[in-house]
């Protein structure tokens, strides 16, 4: 399975940017999708994360800002950032499950830098 972020960027405080992840194969077969993000120096943390279904889940510190989203006829996952802040800075991954008790696959990430 290969998984390909895009959209990263550098923006200012305030300013919105749109994340999105390709997969290799079709996003109905994964149970869970998700975005995590490591900042320098700091280990890898989650974001957000959508089910099958259509369930999602964010880290409070993203909760009302950050919005996670699947199009299957696209096998894109999508995050629309808006109001970022300059903590927000980090590298933005995109991972997959096949079976919510199954190993991640990871994809590349993309590097979003936020401005004050």
């Known amino acids: 399975v290969q998984l390909q972020a895009s959209g990263g960027g550098l923006v200012q405080a305030g300013g919105s940017l749109r994340l999105s992840c390709a997969a290799s194969r079709s996003i109905r077969s994964f149970a869970v999708m998700a975005w995590y993000r490591q900042a320098p120096g700091r280990e890898r943390e989650l974001v957000a994360s959508?089910?099958?279904?259509?369930?999602?889940r964010y880290a409070d510190i993203v909760e009302g800002r950050f919005t996670i989203s699947r199009d299957n006829a696209k096998d894109t996952m999508n995050l629309q950032m808006n109001t970022l802040k300059p903590e927000d800075t980090a590298v933005y991954y995109c991972s997959a499950k096949s079976i919510l008790t199954g190993p991640n696959y990871w994809g590349k990430g993309t590097l979003v830098t936020v401005s004050s």
């Open positions: 959508i089910t099958r279904g259509g369930n999602t």
